[in-house]
């Protein structure tokens, strides 16, 4: 079975915190995402990576940004954190091509900027 | 670009009756499709997924899609309704030399016992 996990589920940050949000994945995927999560809005992208060191921006980068030093690992970093950034962040991993081609995503973190 | 539209946001439905979801999409090139089922505090689920060959698609839980190129829909229907399907459901749809996703805002499905 495929597995993406997430360093943490729940987690509350203060305003002008630094956040780290880990992700990992386990089937040597080439592509990684991180999506945020809002009622009414779906998923959005903030940033992908199609390869080991290789970003890309999404649709909603500003306020973010991401490091991708080994093949299965992505993280995604709040410089500082502001109360609109509280939101569920989801992570996701996908081959590029072939009959497996689809988004795995991890279990979600619900991220509080008080 | 391509954009994805789901049509209901909410769709209530009794125990046992059928449903169809809606999606459909915008692409000027040749696409992927796909839906997912998120349940509460949960990471999504494929369901199922379209890439090439019949346009009738099979998933779990007993869901099905069908591919319409012409009416460029992805409609997402299910005979017979249970409790534990209560849950939301995206659409979402990927060109097919690309490697990003373009999601939908999502489906509320809600079983009524």
């Known amino acids: 079975d495929v597995k993406v996990t997430q360093s943490s589920r729940y987690l509350v940050k203060r305003t002008g915190e630094k956040v780290f949000l880990e992700c990992v994945q386990d089937?040597?995927?080439?592509?990684m995402f991180w999506y945020r999560q809002d009622p009414g809005l779906g998923l959005r992208l903030i940033y992908f990576s199609y390869d080991v060191k290789m970003k890309e921006k999404g649709d909603i980068p500003e306020g973010y940004s991401v490091s991708r030093e080994k093949k299965e690992r992505f993280s995604l970093i709040l410089e500082s954190a502001s109360t609109n950034q509280t939101s569920m962040y989801l992570c996701a991993s996908s081959f590029s091509t072939g009959a497996n081609y689809e988004q795995y995503f991890g279990p979600g973190t619900r991220l509080t900027v008080t | 670009a391509q954009s994805v539209t789901q049509l209901d946001s909410q769709v209530p439905v009794f125990e046992e009756a059928p449903v169809e979801l809606r999606c459909n999409y915008s692409?000027?090139?040749?696409?992927?499709l796909f839906w997912y089922v998120q349940y509460p505090n949960q990471g999504l689920q494929l369901l199922l997924k379209y890439l090439s060959g019949s346009t009738l698609v099979k998933g779990i839980n007993g869901f099905e899609a069908e591919f319409n190129k012409s009416q460029t829909s992805f409609h997402l229907r299910k005979p017979s309704v249970h409790i534990s399907d209560t849950a939301e459901y995206f659409c979402a749809v990927s060109r097919v030399a690309g490697n990003q996703f373009y999601f939908g805002t999502g489906t509320s499905l809600t079983v009524i016992p």
């Open positions: 089937m040597d995927h080439e592509n």
């Open positions: 692409s000027s090139v040749s696409v992927y």
